[in-house]
């Protein structure tokens, strides 16, 4: 793995979390105006999913090779 690899990591974790979170929202509000308990339900998870992709830590090797390398 090199520095390169860790970055394109970091990317994509964030974008994953980038195109969940719409979703999220969008699910939450359609569900909460047409069945709100439903809607909550299955909108939660993505909530969670979304923040848990953008704020994902980085892997132990993509730590010291950042380091490394700065």
């Not at 390169?4 to 195109?19: A, F, H």
């Not at 939660?44 to 010291?64: G, T, Y």
């Amino acid at each position: 793995m090199n520095k390169q690899d860790c970055v394109n990591e970091k990317w994509s974790s964030r974008t994953m979390g980038l195109i969940v979170l719409p979703l999220a929202l969008a699910l939450g509000s359609i569900g909460f105006l047409i069945l709100p308990v439903v809607g909550i339900f299955f909108a939660v998870p993505l909530f969670i999913l979304s923040f848990f992709f953008l704020a994902a830590p980085d892997s132990k090797v993509c730590r010291l090779i950042l380091r490394k390398g700065s």
